[in-house]
């Protein structure tokens, strides 16, 4: 995660938690932290935090925040603490982890392109747990009104989105505990935290942006006709002063020339106002997570290219019955076309 990342998501998480954060200067923050959190996350109650080595250097008091710093694991600790409800289990009967190895490759060869590979082979098949998490947002739009939605995007343990598990989720029955046959199950650990919440909110992100400009697009012929309106008075007055400007004697051209810089100046205010008036800004703050604990099989594939033997692995989601997201080896990103290059690497990745 860049610097940037990590900035927003330590500052987002004290935000959540009730803090007051006002920018210092270049890299540096100062924040007012409730006592009771304060105390948890072992900082004053005002700290100056420092995102950049070279202001914590300029600002001696200042703490300093990089990946494995513990006030950053202390947040993601209290932010998950705090959720109620916040892991949700799926329980599954036996017939539920039934998935034939025809089925298995189907799904392989309707989802992924493997390049330049002989068919895949299965090799091995077996049941996992693995982790979810559902961020949601509060997103609110301000121009000459105000809009707040929270918005929800639903990732997989490595951070991609599962748009087709939104509505297989909404209709089960989650419980607050491990079943019986989940129990004994191994499971693959989710990505960082940090990771997982930056990749979510870079997608929430985008779409309060397409928002605010489908807003500022419902009122664009109000604005046009407000536009047209005003440009028509000054042009006007712009025009009749040249006139004047034109007929008067050398005497009164200058207080005529200040004038019109006076109605030049009023206009180009006027009209930055009306622009602000119709332009929509938009604010983005993480509200809640939440994480479900769901069943796969993780399935072992051999592929052939030429006479090299590759490895691949995917999950099978038992809820979707559907692949999770393939992600690039290189970026990290879902991808449906892989080549090996050593690893298997996506379009998005294509030198």
């Keep these: 995660m860049p610097k940037a990342d990590l900035q927003r998501f330590v500052l987002d998480a004290l935000h959540q938690a009730g803090g007051i954060a006002e920018p210092k200067g270049y890299g540096l923050t100062e924040v007012l932290v409730p ?35 513990p006030l950053v694991d202390d947040l993601i600790a209290y932010i998950l603490e705090r959720q ?24 392989v060869e309707e989802t992924l392109e493997f390049r330049k590979t002989r068919r895949p082979a299965i090799e091995a098949m077996s049941p996992v747990l693995c982790y979810d998490f559902s961020f949601g947002f509060r997103v609110t739009w301000q121009s000459s009104s105000r809009i707040e939605e929270t918005l929800v995007k639903l990732v997989d343990g490595n951070g991609n989105a599962l748009a087709a598990g939104e509505a297989a989720y909404d209709r089960v029955f989650w419980a607050n505990h491990l079943g019986p046959h989940e129990e004994k199950l ?79 100046a009023d206009r180009d205010r006027r009209l930055a106002d009306l622009r602000a008036a119709y332009d929509v800004d938009h604010q983005v703050a993480l509200d809640h997570v939440r994480m479900f604990v769901v069943p796969r099989v993780a399935v072992s594939l051999r592929l052939q290219q030429k006479t090299e033997q590759l490895p691949a692995h995917v999950l099978i989601n038992l809820l979707t019955r559907g692949l999770d997201p393939f992600p690039c080896q290189r970026c990290g990103l879902p991808t449906v076309t892989v080549s090996w290059e050593g690893r298997w690497v996506g379009d998005c990745c294509q030198s």
């Design 35 to 69: 006592q009771a959190l304060a105390e948890r996350l072992n900082i004053p109650s005002l700290v100056t935090l420092a995102f950049e080595s070279e202001a914590a250097r300029e600002e001696p008091h200042a703490l300093l925040v990089t990946y494995g710093h």
């Design 84 to 107: 109620r409800g916040f892991r949700f289990y799926a329980h599954l009967e036996p017939h539920d982890y039934e998935v034939s190895s025809e089925r298995a490759l189907a799904l």
């Design 186 to 264: 191994p499971s693959l650990p989710p990505v960082a935290f940090q990771t997982l919440w930056q990749k979510a909110s870079v997608e929430i992100e985008s779409l309060a942006r397409h928002r605010a400009k489908d807003l500022v697009a419902l009122d664009q012929g109000k604005y046009d006709t407000e536009y047209q309106r005003m440009s028509v008075y000054y042009n006007g007055t712009l025009k009749d002063l040249d006139d004047k400007i034109a007929k008067a004697p050398v005497e009164r051209k200058e207080a005529l020339a200040e004038r019109r810089q006076a109605v030049l």
